[in-house]
Every structure is written in structure tokens, then in C-alpha cells.
């Protein structure tokens, strides 16, 4: 350890003053000024540790390191503790022992981890060791949020905060980003483009509930594809080498072997960052449910047979990246353009591009019929804005909806602590004339709403938990929701995908709900144009 290390303890205490500041903008003012004071190699892991995630999401290492583990070595922290000097650790150092927490694998490993933590731990004042400990929890409760982060590295490094969101969006690691600004500054974030292999944050788009208002907002015209109910994949490809990423950039190749060959075979391109959507289909190349998909992406150790058991379709929709050239800031047009010069048809999604209504209406149905969810409508001139929900994307999705009798609520916390806000929604049972749960939801409702349900669910009041009230089976909500799910967990045997409560129906007696006979029926019904689960 050199003099010239910035301590732990620094660290620690601007958490601890975070802890404390409930403005965001002098959040950001008081990390900043840390920022400014470290040596460059201390930046990166400072930042990570401040917001409590100390790997970049696609990074592959894990601390994987339980709440119960560290409160049992946390005692003997505070024995020695006591005997104690004031700490000598140091930012450098306490990085270097997460990375080693995470390095531990194999048998053994735990005990490997344990020790790590156990000397970290040791060499911690007590203050250190409460933010050591949420950090290895990844519950940092302080306030900094990726957004206020990327404002202080902003303000530490006089950058154009615009250009900092930019650059997170492209390489999906805080640290690095601040590091880049501050040591590089506007020079160094203007030249951060698509790395092949480095996965980027996915544009996302806005729900509508009204296709006209889709033509009132893409002045140049709109293209319309199907939505599949499948998981999203950004693919990279470089020189016959492909490695596939999730909506939550977690690299999830191997899983998609056969994922892997199509692009191989199919996508004309030497280097390439394309993206899409992977569909669960039956023997007959229907879609199956959502729910056959992720048993694919959970068997990543026997995918020998998951391949033929749960074959999947892939339909490509976007490029981002061809041949060392980034087409982000390209119009929607032009990437569709190049996307398809370098796929076959079979592997992109189905669309047209039209101004018409009916003609929108009858795609929908075509894009239902055949098992999808919905469709996309995507405004032809837009650029392709990373990591950001916008309108120049809308989904379209018609729901179904059921009323349901709410059971039961759990109190809710941070932004809605002092409500019951957590709704556990039953569907009547005929045969005992008993209500039995198929699901929970926190969705929908405004404040006021919140407020109501609150008291009204407190008259209702049957016994009392300590997260959960149980209510008379009294008060109807209406749910939209997109797909009933068997469930081994509920005793109904049914679980609503996506539950939201769209609005309360207080002139609805419990008697008038739906059953759970309904339930079974529209379950059913989901395989007229689904593939149905082996
Ligand atoms: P959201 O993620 O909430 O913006 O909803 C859009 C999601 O729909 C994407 O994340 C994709 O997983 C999925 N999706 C299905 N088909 C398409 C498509 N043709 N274009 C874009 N997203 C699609």
C-alpha cells in the first residue's frame, strides 16, 4: 500500500453524507468532488462501489454472496474491531477483495468466499463496515441511482451530460464511463462507438392504446411488424464468431446453439450487430407460450436436448452494426434497408409500412392468428435511440381482462410505504364457492387510488401479518393482463402474466367476478392460435 492511496474511510463517509442529502443534485455535487480527488485507477472502482453494483451487468462475474453469510461474520468484525487501530484499507484494496469474493468458484467456494469476506470485514472500522456489508449486498439504500451517478461524472468532469448518457448506453459500465470522462473528457466520449462482443442498452418503446394517435406522431410514415411474445437477443458477429446477449445483456450464447448456426449460416456479413426476437415454437411452428421459452434459457447445461424438445424461431428486426460502420443515428428506413441486403426473409420479422388504418387493423389480425402478441408500429425517420422509451416505437397489444376479487394486500414501501398496495387477486371457485389467488399486482392504480384501496381494504380487514392484511373477498377489480400461465405455485393452478389493474369495480359483487372455470376455458382458448407446451 502506497502514502499516496485514497482510503476506504472517504469513501465510506460520502456514503454515509449521501445517506443523508435527500437532494439529487448535491448528490451528485458531493461525489463529484470525490471523483476530482482520485488517481485514475481508483475512479472506476470507486464509481461501481458507490452505486453498489460492482460488475457491469454483462460482465460475468457475480459476488453471489447471501445476506445470511455476512450477517454471521459481521460479529466477529466488531470483536476485533474493538482491538483495533483506526483502518488502513484503501479503495484499491477493498475492490481487489470483491473481485477476489467473485473469483472464488468451485467447491470449496463458499468457505473461499467466507475467508475473503471475513478479512475485509476485519480490516474495517465499523463505518466501512456497514457500506462494505450493503455493497456485498448490492443494497447500497443511499440515493444514487445509475442517473444520478452519470450526473456526477458529468459535473466531475465538466462534460455535456448528454454525451455521458451516450457513452453509458454504448458500453453498459459506469466505471469505465468515468473514467473515460475524466481522464479524456469530451474528446474521449465523443469517440466511444459499438464495440462487436460489448453488449449495448436496447431502444424500447411506449405502449399505445389508440392507433390513430400512432399517425399523429410519426409525421414521415410508419412501419408496422409483428410483436412476438418471445425474449429480445441483440447478436453479435464478428469474423464467424457470434455471441448472443439478453434484454438484461447477460451473454447468454450458450443456450443458443442453434441460434448461433442460423446467424452463422444466414446473416451475410463479416461483422454485424443485429437485433431480435427468439420465439418457443411447437411442431407445427406455432408460437408456444412464454413460459416454454424460459425453461430454453434456463437449461443452459442439457441444452443438447432443449434444442429438439423447444425449438425456436428467431425473426431479426434491426442492425446496428455492419462491416465497421455504426448505424444507430441511420433512419429506421435505411436500417431495414441494409438489415435485409444481409438476411434472408425467413429470419426477419413480417411487416408493412402503410398509412392506412384498415390496413393496420387487418395485419393486427393476421399478427394474432398467427400465435403473436401484438404488433410494433415504428416511425420510418427515426433514429435508433439506445436505452431509451419513446414514441418514435409503440407496441400494440390488445389485452384481455378479467374481474377479480382482491383477497388479500401487502403493505408497500419505499415511494408507496403506508399503503396496501400489493394486491393479491383471486378468481371465484364455483364448485366451494371459495376464492383462490391466480396472481398479484402493484400496477395501475394512481395515488389517489392508492389511498382509497388503503382504507377500504383496512375495513375490509380479516387478520392481519406482518407485510400482509387478509380481506373479506368483497371488492372487484378489473385486470388486463397478456397470458394465463399454469402455476404450480397458486392451488387455482392458473397465474395471470403481467397483471395490472385497470380499474376498480366497486358496482361488481364478488359473486359477479370471474371463475376459475373461465380461467381454464381462456386458457384453452390461447392454443387456437398458440402451439401448446409439450
Ligand atoms: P418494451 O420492451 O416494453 O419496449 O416492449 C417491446 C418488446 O417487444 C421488446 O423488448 C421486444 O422484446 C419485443 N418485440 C417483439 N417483437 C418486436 C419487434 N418487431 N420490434 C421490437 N420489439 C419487439
New binding site residues.
Given amino acids: 500500500m502506497t502514502e499516496a492511496q485514497t482510503s476506504f474511510q472517504d469513501l465510506a463517509q460520502l456514503c454515509r453524507d449521501l445517506e443523508q442529502t435527500t437532494s439529487r443534485n448535491e448528490k451528485a455535487e458531493r461525489i463529484g468532488e470525490l471523483l476530482k480527488n482520485l488517481k485514475r485507477d481508483e475512479i472506476s472502482p470507486a464509481v461501481r462501489m458507490i452505486v453498489g453494483k460492482i460488475f457491469p451487468d454483462w460482465d460475468e462475474r457475480v459476488l453471489e454472496v447471501s445476506g445470511r453469510t455476512v450477517w454471521k461474520l459481521l460479529p466477529k468484525q466488531r470483536q476485533r474491531q474493538a482491538a483495533l487501530l483506526p483502518s488502513h484499507l484503501t479503495i484499491l484494496e477493498a475492490y481487489r477483495n470483491f473481485s477476489e469474493i467473485a473469483a472464488a468458484s468451485g467447491p470449496g467456494s463458499r468457505t473461499k468466499k467466507e475467508r475473503v469476506i471475513e478479512s475485509l470485514l476485519g480490516e474495517a472500522n465499523s463505518l466501512e463496515a456497514e457500506y462494505l456489508t450493503r455493497m456485498l449486498l448490492h443494497e447500497m439504500r443511499i440515493g444514487v441511482v445509475e442517473g444520478v451517478m452519470l450526473e456526477a461524472i458529468a459535473k466531475a468532469s465538466g462534460s455535456n451530460i448528454t454525451l455521458v448518457r451516450r457513452a453509458m448506453m454504448i458500453l453498459g459500465d459506469l466505471g469505465e464511463v468515468a473514467d473515460l470522462a475524466l481522464t479524456g473528457g469530451k474528446t474521449a466520449l465523443e469517440q466511444v462507438t459499438i464495440r462487436l462482443f460489448r453488449p449495448v442498452r436496447?431502444m424500447?418503446?411506449e405502449m399505445s392504446y389508440d392507433l390513430s394517435e400512432i399517425f399523429g406522431e410519426h409525421k414521415s410514415g410508419t412501419a408496422f411488424?409483428?410483436?412476438?411474445?418471445?425474449?429480445?437477443i441483440q447478436v453479435h458477429k464478428k469474423d464467424g464468431e457470434v455471441r448472443i446477449f439478453s434484454?438484461r445483456l447477460t451473454d447468454v450464447t450458450r443456450s443458443l446453439p442453434d441460434v448461433v448456426e442460423t446467424i452463422q449460416k444466414e446473416v451475410r456479413a463479416d461483422e454485424a450487430l443485429v437485433e431480435g426476437?427468439v420465439v418457443a415454437v411447437g411442431p407445427n411452428l406455432k408460437p408456444l407460450p412464454f413460459q416454454e421459452l424460459m425453461r430454453r434459457f434456463r437449461r443452459a447445461h442439457e441444452i443438447g436436448h432443449a434444442i429438439h424438445e423447444i425449438p425456436l424461431k428467431l425473426?431479426l428486426?434491426?442492425i446496428l452494426y455492419l462491416n465497421g460502420r455504426q448505424l444507430i443515428d441511420l433512419r429506421y428506413e435505411e436500417r431495414w434497408a441494409l438489415l435485409s441486403e444481409i438476411c434472408p426473409p425467413e429470419i426477419l420479422?413480417e411487416r408493412i409500412v402503410t398509412g392506412d388504418l384498415d390496413e393496420v387493423q387487418r395485419f393486427l389480425a393476421k399478427a394474432m392468428n398467427a400465435g403473436h402478441?401484438g404488433l410494433?408500429a415504428?416511425a420510418l425517420d427515426s433514429p435508433y435511440v439506445l436505452g431509451v422509451?419513446g414514441r418514435n416505437?409503440f407496441?400494440i397489444k390488445p389485452a384481455d381482462q378479467l374481474d377479480l376479487v382482491i383477497v388479500a394486500a401487502d403493505w408497500g414501501y419505499g415511494r408507496r410505504s403506508g399503503w396496501l398496495s400489493n394486491y393479491h387477486l383471486a378468481a371465484r371457485d364455483e364448485a366451494s364457492g371459495t376464492y383462490l389467488e391466480v396472481g398479484k399486482t402493484f400496477k395501475g392504480l394512481t395515488d389517489d387510488e392508492f389511498e382509497w384501496m388503503t382504507r377500504r381494504l383496512q375495513q375490509l380487514k380479516i387478520s392481519e401479518g406482518e407485510y400482509t392484511v387478509s380481506v373479506k373477498p368483497e371488492l372487484v377489480v378489473e385486470v388486463a393482463y397478456n397470458e394465463i400461465q399454469k402455476s404450480p405455485h397458486y392451488k387455482s393452478g392458473f397465474a395471470l402474466r403481467f397483471a395490472r389493474i385497470v380499474r376498480i369495480r366497486e358496482d361488481k359483487r364478488p359473486e359477479e367476478a370471474d371463475t376459475i372455470e373461465r380461467m381454464r376455458t381462456l386458457f384453452e382458448k390461447q392454443f387456437e392460435h398458440k402451439g401448446r407446451p409439450i
Avoid at 410483436?227 to 429480445?232: L, S, T
Fill in positions: 436496447l424500447m418503446a411488424e409483428f410483436k412476438f411474445d418471445g425474449a429480445r434484454r426476437e425473426y428486426f434491426d420479422a402478441e410494433m415504428k422509451r416505437w407496441k
